[in-house]
């Protein structure tokens, strides 16, 4: 597949110069990271709107918070007992977004959060949230990166679906890695696929299962290395990560062959990454086995792993639906219905230090399916 752009835009431009100096090819990871995160440049870090109920408004996607104010009422009971399971009073929120998640759980946690620290690589979307979230003053900071040490409780909504990954696949007779080479044509400067040998170790699942040829899917070193980042930093606390994905075993699933990497733009979905770049959002869906099994490995204990839609009933949305007008009771119910977000969204939780019993897994506990 190519992708041609006329005249190459800034970013394009950044991206070209990266591959040549690269040698003429670059692995998608690398690619993703520019295309999402170059510094005024990128999808994030510029100054597009991204998140929004309707294209009408310029927005390219919808959020469980911007959906309905009950998700975070609801996450908020599950923060609330963390913070006393863990004798913290900080949350650190990464990728905040528009700030509305941060100004539900501020707002319904109140006086038990001391601080409140949003960790965000986006300038643009940093002003939207302190515009936002004025009424808590400084209860609310800002941080470029995490402490060498801190306690508290760590939530992320979509973050992990958003780190770049590595693209393999299978060609009949080995893996192969994906990545970008510049493209010139009659249609103008572009982006295409080139492959090449990998070096990189490959999860157990993919050593062992027979794989059609042409087979794609993703490796995910950056979210678990992030996981394992939070756990040399975290000494006492929590982390809740909420993101669509799958454990291991249905994510590298022989019959999921196209891989999982989607692009949203005006409210649709499309799988090329190489058209449009910086102007619509790349993700891959998350596989929960590799960040329980990273967290596992640098001290962390599973607290519980579920849908979104136990979670949220077991945080009491079920009580919070019966005071909520018809309208917000339709919202709402997208945050749990099957062929919404309830079943393809799941929520993973870690703890460091002595283990907890977390309301948000205390029915429908999967983590004997990680």
Same mark, same amino acid.
């Given at each position: 597949?190519?992708?041609?752009?006329?005249?190459?835009?800034?970013?394009?431009?950044?991206?070209?110069?990266?591959?040549?100096?690269?040698?003429?090819?670059?692995?998608?990871?690398?690619?993703?990271?520019?295309?999402?995160?170059?510094?005024?440049?990128?999808?994030?870090?510029?100054?597009?709107?991204?998140?929004?109920?309707?294209?009408?408004?310029?927005?390219?996607?919808?959020?469980?918070?911007?959906?309905?104010?009950?998700?975070?009422?609801?996450?908020?009971?599950?923060?609330?007992?963390?913070?006393?399971?863990?004798?913290?009073?900080?949350?650190?929120?990464?990728?905040?977004?528009?700030?509305?998640?941060?100004?539900?759980?501020?707002?319904?946690?109140?006086?038990?959060?001391?601080?409140?620290?949003?960790?965000?690589?986006?300038?643009?979307?940093?002003?939207?949230?302190?515009?936002?979230?004025?009424?808590?003053?400084?209860?609310?900071?800002?941080?470029?990166?995490?402490?060498?040490?801190?306690?508290?409780?760590?939530?992320?909504?979509?973050?992990?679906?958003?780190?770049?990954?590595?693209?393999?696949?299978?060609?009949?007779?080995?893996?192969?890695?994906?990545?970008?080479?510049?493209?010139?044509?009659?249609?103008?400067?572009?982006?295409?696929?080139?492959?090449?040998?990998?070096?990189?170790?490959?999860?157990?699942?993919?050593?062992?299962?027979?794989?059609?040829?042409?087979?794609?899917?993703?490796?995910?070193?950056? %979210?678990?290395?992030?996981?394992?980042?939070?756990?040399? @930093?975290?000494?006492?606390? #929590?982390? &809740? =990560? !909420?993101?669509? /994905?799958?454990?291991?075993?249905?994510?590298?699933?022989?019959?999921?062959?196209?891989?999982?990497?989607?692009?949203?733009?005006?409210?649709?979905?499309?799988?090329?990454?190489?058209?449009?770049?910086?102007?619509?959002?790349?993700?891959?869906?998350?596989?929960?086995?590799?960040?329980?099994? %990273?967290?596992?490995?640098?001290?962390?204990?599973?607290? @519980?792993?579920?849908?979104? #839609?136990? &979670? =949220? !009933?077991?945080? /009491?949305?079920?009580?919070?639906?019966?005071?909520?007008?018809?309208?917000?009771?339709?919202?709402?119910?997208?945050?749990?219905?099957?062929?919404?977000?309830?079943?393809?969204?799941?929520?993973?939780?870690?703890?460091?230090?002595?283990?907890?019993?977390?309301?948000?897994?205390?029915?429908?506990?999967?983590?004997?399916?990680?």
């Amino acid at each position: 597949m190519t992708a041609h752009e006329g005249t190459p835009t800034p970013l394009q431009t950044l991206i070209r110069e990266a591959i040549a100096e690269a040698g003429g090819w670059l692995g998608f990871d690398d690619f993703m990271a520019l295309a999402l995160y170059a510094p005024g440049l990128g999808y994030y870090s510029g100054a597009r709107q991204k998140f929004g109920a309707m294209p009408a408004d310029g927005s390219d996607f919808v959020t469980a918070p911007e959906l309905s104010p009950l998700f975070g009422r609801a996450l908020a009971v599950q923060l609330d007992q963390a913070l006393t399971a863990t004798a913290t009073d900080t949350v650190y929120e990464f990728g905040a977004g528009s700030g509305v998640l941060a100004a539900q759980l501020l707002q319904a946690l109140g006086d038990r959060v001391a601080r409140y620290c949003i960790v965000d690589l986006s300038g643009s979307l940093r002003a939207r949230q302190a515009q936002r979230l004025v009424a808590w003053g400084d209860k609310v900071q800002w941080l470029d990166a995490l402490p060498e040490r801190f306690t508290g409780v760590v939530v992320g909504n979509e973050v992990l679906d958003a780190m770049p990954v590595q693209l393999m696949r299978f060609d009949g007779q080995q893996w192969l890695e994906r990545g970008v080479v510049a493209l010139d044509g009659p249609a103008g400067p572009g982006f295409a696929w080139g492959e090449r040998e990998t070096g990189l170790s490959l999860p157990a699942e993919l050593a062992n299962d027979p794989y059609p040829e042409a087979y794609l899917t993703e490796l995910h070193l950056q %979210a678990e290395g992030f996981v394992r980042t939070l756990a040399a @930093g975290l000494q006492r606390g #929590a982390i &809740f =990560l !909420i993101d669509y /994905g799958f454990p291991e075993r249905e994510y590298y699933h022989p019959q999921r062959a196209g891989g999982t990497v989607m692009c949203h733009h005006q409210h649709r979905v499309d799988a090329d990454p190489l058209a449009l770049v910086g102007e619509k959002d790349i993700t891959a869906h998350v596989n929960f086995t590799g960040i329980a099994l %990273a967290g596992q490995d640098a001290g962390l204990t599973v607290l @519980g792993y579920t849908s979104q #839609a136990n &979670f =949220l !009933i077991n945080c /009491g949305l079920t009580e919070l639906l019966c005071e909520a007008d018809l309208a917000g009771r339709a919202m709402a119910h997208r945050l749990i219905a099957e062929h919404e977000m309830g079943e393809l969204f799941k929520v993973i939780g870690l703890v460091a230090g002595e283990s907890f019993e977390a309301l948000g897994f205390a029915a429908g506990d999967r983590s004997h399916m990680l």
